[in-house]
């Protein structure tokens, strides 16, 4: 049986949709806690590895007190050298480029190199086709994803990008055909946004001022349904298209 094997870092951001897409293929879940001191998995044939969010980043590798972060990376590498499936979300994009030889650094706008959050809803558009890339069939050209971070992905060589928005150009990866990073979040489920505005918040006035949270919670019942319907949808790609690849 093929099993998903999650390695999340705090309560808030877990698996979500994903769970949800694995359950119904009558794969086995484990969720791994590297922040609790729990060990990380070791992937074997069948094992699709999912590395989820979180508040830290690339520019701590090597702090005392997230020494799990260089273990991570050095799974990341092993499992890049193994060919096996992994999907990496936001920070685990991240570390998972960073494992393939690429970078992160502070996103940043204009020529003044002005720091920017990408928090709320946005477009990004997709730069492949689904004739050209099958992990996009079923979603259109362009579609409404959650952004929540507030670093860009310097790609490594070889990588293929295949999603950009206004703000940031590196939104959506791939490293070989078994490797893919998203620095948006697709995987919430309909209650993870409140819980996240509660938890956040602060992170959340400082990108979108005051209201931000107003202005999230509005935007969520305008388009939430239709972007969980379509990051479904790309989820069910992934599970099915690079596990099996």
């Known amino acids: ?11 808030r951001e877990g698996p979500g949709l994903f769970a949800q897409a694995a359950a119904a293929r ?10 609790r001191g729990e060990p990380l998995p070791e992937p074997g044939p069948g094992d699709l590895l999912l590395v989820l969010g979180g508040p830290m980043g690339v520019a701590q590798i090597g702090d005392p007190a997230l020494p799990w972060l260089a273990a991570e990376v050095a799974l990341l590498e092993r499992v890049l050298r193994q060919q096996r499936p992994v999907v990496g979300i936001c920070l685990g994009a991240q570390l998972l480029a960073h494992a393939a030889g690429g970078a992160v650094e502070p996103l940043a706008i204009g020529t003044a190199a ?11 558009s997709f730069s492949r086709t689904p004739e050209q890339e099958p992990l996009l069939v079923g979603l259109d050209p362009s579609e409404l994803v ?32 078994r490797a893919l990073g998203l620095q948006f ?6 209650d993870d946004l409140e819980r996240w505005l509660q938890e956040d918040g602060a ?16 935007e969520a019942g305008r388009w939430g349904d ?7 949808r790309l989820i069910d790609n992934l599970l099915d298209g ?4």
């Open 146 to 177: 959650l952004h929540w971070h507030g670093d860009r992905i310097l790609l490594p060589e070889g990588a293929t990008l295949l999603a950009s928005s206004l703000l940031c150009r590196e939104q959506m990866f791939r490293l070989g055909s």
């Open 114 to 124: 002005t720091p920017v959050r990408e928090v709320g809803w946005g477009a990004v």
């Open 26 to 35: 009558g794969w086995e879940l484990q969720v791994f806690r590297p922040d």
């Open 242 to 245: 690079m596990a099996l690849s």
């Open 226 to 232: 239709r972007a969980r319907r379509q990051g479904r």
């Open 203 to 218: 992170y959340v006035e400082e990108a979108l001022g005051p209201a931000g949270a107003v202005r999230l919670r509005e």
């Open 185 to 190: 979040h697709v995987e919430l489920l309909p």
């Open 1 to 11: 049986m093929p099993r998903l094997l999650v390695v999340q870092h705090l309560e």
